[in-house]
């Protein structure tokens, strides 16, 4: 693998060119703004979604989709909610080249977690997915990681495990590729939840017992679609889920704690050009547990608070209402 391809440049695809070209891969960082292209490569930064962090030499931004398909590996980058889209694009462009999933999200409509929306439109192309607990400021910067790699077909996965891994950027090799990306949605929907409680001021207290529980839902939609709750338990579970309910840096984190300090959420999404995940996979998450026969009052609540208009105070009002029950339930 000597060429891979970047496919979204937003802060975290920008990091993972980094990542890419500092394991002395050349990097072609695909972009559909033309003008961002223009700025990467003539200021060797990403002025809109990376400020700040100088781009390795390797790295080229170019808007030329079919350039960047023709690599020997392809990263998506892009939103969870536009996968389906650029996908579409890709079936008429790329071979049988690996794809990695770098999304977090469940889509809306179809309740497919990214893996299946690719195997629907790109049938038989062989998949990994990409998570963990990452903000890309700091994996941009080459401050230590670690992360999963789900993938199917070990002997697929191996050779991208080797292609992305370093001292710095240390990848670890699942073939629970299901687990993995529900652990990978479903913790930015919980992040919201925290943000809303300390925006609240309910404390400490009372976002570790968000999280654990929060976490306790990870787990059960994990089994129900047919993960292993012992990914759950790894990086892409647990790890993510509690960088992304604790870390300042994180969208969906601070989006919460905005919502939680009585803002509205038109007004906090106008405010940004980044996506907070959670905003769009709450929903996803509600009526794909609702399908499963799963319980997960935590998404349910936030889905009602971002989606339905439910009032926040009455909201929490009613978590707290909840029945009492053994914990392992």
Not at 161 to 178: K, M, Q
Not at 185 to 213: D, Y
Not at 265 to 278: I, K, P, Q, W, Y
Request: net charge positive.
């Amino acid at each position: 693998m000597t060429r891979l391809a970047i496919l979204g440049g937003g802060a975290w695809g920008t990091a993972l060119a980094q990542v890419a070209a500092r394991a002395n891969h050349e990097v072609l960082l695909w972009a559909r703004d033309d003008r961002l292209v223009e700025q990467i490569n003539a200021r060797r930064e990403n002025p809109r979604y990376l400020p700040g962090v100088a781009l390795d030499p390797a790295v080229r931004a170019t808007g030329d989709l079919a350039a960047a398909a023709a690599c020997e590996v392809l990263l998506l980058v892009v939103p969870a909610q536009h996968l389906r889209a650029l996908a579409a694009r890709l079936a008429a462009l790329s071979a049988q080249r690996p794809l990695v999933i770098c999304s977090k999200g469940i889509e809306r409509g179809s309740g497919a977690v990214m893996s299946e929306v690719l195997a629907e439109v790109l049938p038989g192309r062989p998949l990994a997915v990409l998570s963990g607990p990452t903000f890309a400021g700091e994996v941009a910067r080459g401050l230590p990681c670690a992360v999963t790699l789900a993938c199917a077909e070990l002997s697929v996965g191996r050779p991208l495990l080797n292609a992305l891994g370093s001292r710095r950027f240390r990848p670890y090799l699942s073939d629970d590729v299901i687990g993995v990306e529900i652990g990978g949605a479903v913790k930015n929907v919980i992040a919201i939840a925290c943000g809303i409680v300390i925006g609240r001021g309910l404390g400490e207290n009372a976002r570790a017992a968000l999280i654990t529980r929060g976490f306790a839902e990870v787990v059960r939609l994990t089994r129900a679609k047919g993960g292993r709750p012992e990914t759950a338990m790894g990086l892409s579970g647990l790890g993510d889920l509690t960088l992304t309910c604790c870390g300042a840096q994180s969208r969906n984190y601070s989006l919460g704690v905005a919502l939680g300090e009585g803002r509205a959420l038109g007004d906090v999404l106008a405010e940004r050009h980044t996506v907070a995940e959670g905003v769009f996979t709450a929903e996803a998450v509600a009526a794909l547990a609702r399908g499963l026969g799963v319980e997960t009052p935590i998404c349910d609540a936030v889905h009602a608070v971002l989606n339905r208009g439910a009032d926040l105070g009455e909201t929490i009002a009613g978590l707290l209402a909840r029945p009492f029950r053994s914990e392992r339930a």
